[in-house]
């Protein structure tokens, strides 16, 4: 992502910004819902995740039921870990910089893997996110300092490159390294059916490596989403508390 706000593929999109090292993001206003105030009614607990619950389902709703329907995985668990990941923020982005800092070391041959790819499999994610150029890339380069050296622009996009990589998106907080070796691109990410389609299949990764049920094994599933095994220790050590019981609400809400 560019300081002008522009993706590598020319699509005008939000900046990215860097909320720290955990993995339960803030969605655009779930700050404010947040810090309603507990001692009044409107902010008993309960009444914000039903309001926080209720904006997950008119936003998100009829595309999880589409994409659930030839899955085992029900939809009110997608919802919670929409709730959990973005408060329903479909254009949610964070910024990771300890995943960055890992690509950057894959990118320069320091490390053999990184979950799960090797150096070659990045360098051809980030030719194919550099090509074939766009007018923002051309843009930059038009605009360059008179004398600076083209290496150093074609450096700063390909860096770039590695920030989407390493950056979480859209209502589930996909981690953009996940499209390498997969069709799309990162921004699409942000589009919601594409969206739940790769949740899914990433679901469908984590039953077959550590032989879960997603039809009941939610507890695991959701510790597999925050750290990538069923007996994690999550960023919030109610993470998995939040969603179960958010699973439960969901069907409530109308």
């Given amino acids: 992502m560019g300081r002008d706000g522009f993706g590598l593929t020319g699509r005008t999109v939000?900046?990215?910004?860097t909320y720290g090292e955990?993995?339960?993001?803030?969605?655009?206003?779930?700050?404010?819902?947040?810090?309603a105030n507990p001692a009044s009614p409107a902010g008993s607990a309960h009444?914000?995740?039903?309001?926080?619950?209720?904006r997950v389902r008119a936003r998100c709703h009829a595309v999880i039921a589409e994409a659930c329907r030839y899955s085992s995985v029900p939809t009110a668990f997608l919802a919670a870990l929409v709730a959990?990941?973005?408060?329903?923020?479909?254009?949610?982005?964070?910024?990771?910089?300890?995943?960055y800092?890992?690509?950057?070391?894959?990118?320069?041959?320091?490390?053999?893997?990184?979950?799960?790819?090797?150096?070659?499999?990045?360098e051809r994610e980030v030719a194919e996110m550099l090509h074939p150029k766009s007018d923002t890339f051309h843009a930059h380069f038009l605009s360059a300092t008179l004398g600076e050296a083209p290496a150093n622009?074609?450096?700063?996009?390909?860096?770039?490159?590695?920030?989407?990589?390493?950056?979480?998106?859209?209502?589930t907080q996909i981690m953009g390294y996940h499209l390498i070796g997969r069709p799309g691109t990162v921004l699409d990410l942000l589009e919601p059916r594409f969206h739940f389609r790769l949740a899914l299949e990433l679901f469908a990764d984590f039953a077959e490596r550590f032989q879960l049920d997603l039809a009941r094994e939610f507890a695991e599933m959701f510790r597999c989403w925050n750290t990538g095994q069923p007996y994690g220790q999550t960023t919030d050590p109610r993470y998995v508390e939040k969603g179960l019981r958010r699973m439960e609400i969901y069907p409530l809400i109308k």
């Fill in 14 to 17: 939000p900046r990215i910004e």
């Fill in 22 to 35: 955990g993995r339960e993001a803030v969605g655009e206003d779930m700050g404010r819902v947040a810090t």
């Fill in 47 to 54: 009444e914000l995740e039903e309001k926080l619950l209720r």
């Fill in 84 to 99: 959990n990941e973005s408060g329903a923020d479909a254009k949610a982005m964070r910024f990771e910089p300890a995943v």
């Fill in 101 to 122: 800092r890992h690509l950057k070391s894959l990118a320069a041959g320091a490390r053999p893997t990184y979950a799960g790819h090797r150096r070659e499999e990045l």
């Fill in 153 to 171: 622009a074609l450096a700063a996009c390909r860096d770039e490159a590695l920030r989407e990589l390493a950056t979480s998106w859209g209502y």
